[in-house]
């Protein structure tokens, strides 16, 4: 079955840093045109953070985490991550890994998601 995994999230203070990973399974079953970074925080809607467009390596941002957050993938392209720098107490939340089917540029759309990873927590203290 084709699945996204997350790993990497944790505590940290203020100002430091964390790198999360999302590794897709069974890769050849999975539209390929698009990764993405989502983040839910409790009463809010999930929101989106950061995506690639795999083939061309377009990036395109949430304005809040512009400058400071970075995605990429490996060269094999199965594998994506998320570097998150200069991390603060709003940036706490569940970060999901998603596969994007179309409007990669679209950050914030959840319409054009077609698997979703299981989420892995990410704490910033002040």
């Known amino acids: 079955v084709p699945r996204l995994e997350e790993s990497g999230g944790g505590s940290v203070q203020a100002g430091g840093s964390l790198r999360l990973s999302c590794a897709a399974y069974?890769?050849?079953?999975?539209?390929?045109?698009?990764w993405g970074w989502f983040r839910q925080t409790p009463g809010k809607e999930r929101e989106g953070v950061a995506r690639?467009?795999?083939?061309?390596?377009?990036?395109y941002y949430a304005p809040s985490v512009k400058g400071r957050f970075t995605i990429s993938q490996n060269s094999a392209k199965d594998t994506f991550y998320l570097q998150m720098n200069r991390l603060q107490p709003d940036d706490t939340g569940i970060y999901y890994c998603?596969?994007?089917?179309?409007?990669?540029?679209?950050?914030?759309?959840?319409?054009?998601?077609?698997?979703w990873g299981q989420g892995t927590q990410v704490t910033v203290s002040p």
């Open positions: 998603a596969a994007v089917s179309y409007n990669c540029d679209r950050v914030n759309d959840l319409d054009n998601v077609d698997l």
């Open positions: 069974e890769s050849f079953r999975i539209s390929k045109f698009c």
């Open positions: 690639l467009y795999v083939n061309v390596g377009s990036t």
